[in-house]
């Protein structure tokens, strides 16, 4: 009754077999920003189904956000927004001075909450640049994940993946980091 699909799966699905969907209840799809024409052709194909995009990198145990995907579909609608935190996790907007942005400018996405990794295994210097204390807590006792992903409050308090601040890109779900491709080419003897 209940579905999981990366948005590369979900994406091939509705373009090659959307009928096999039309018995699920409810579909989360993610991964990577979603499609707005895989989204309305769901939409169209699966008037029963409940479509929810899920965002979250691993470092926050994969789901940091849910949008239940409405009826109709906005025309003017750009991008699928990724929506609101799920239960203990926090989520906010900042600055490069760590300040919360006002609704609509774009600032760069950090997490908190109970579902945040602890850091990368055997890579202090990693875990140090990407896991930063909370300036929000005043015990100073937990951190936030800086995830590099630029994003914005909409009016109605959902949140809008707008890209990347870095280089990493995503292919079909998974992260790769071109500075670490660029990397080793110009390690190699023949470059």
Known sequence: ??????ASLFNL??????????????????GEALSVEHIRRALE????TQLINGYGPTESTTF?????????????????????????????????QLEPVPVG????LYIGGEGLARGYWNRPELTAERFVRNP???????RLYKTGDRCRYLADGNIEFLGRLDEQVKIRGFRIELGEIEATLAGHAAV
Not at 1 to 6: G, K, P, V
Not at 13 to 30: A, F, S
Not at 45 to 48: F, G, I, S, T, V
Not at 105 to 108: A, L
């Open 1 to 6: 009754s209940c579905l999981w699909l990366t």
């Open 13 to 30: 699905v509705m373009d090659e077999r959307p009928e096999i969907l039309q018995g699920v209840k409810q579909v989360l799809t993610g």
């Open 45 to 48: 194909k699966l008037p029963d």
């Open 64 to 96: 940091t956000c849910c949008y239940r995907i409405g009826r109709p579909l906005d025309e003017h609608l750009r991008s699928i927004p990724i929506g609101r935190p799920i239960a203990n996790t926090q989520v906010y907007i900042l600055d490069g």
């Open 105 to 108: 400018v774009p600032g760069e």
């Open 136 to 142: 929000f807590d005043g015990t100073g006792q937990s």
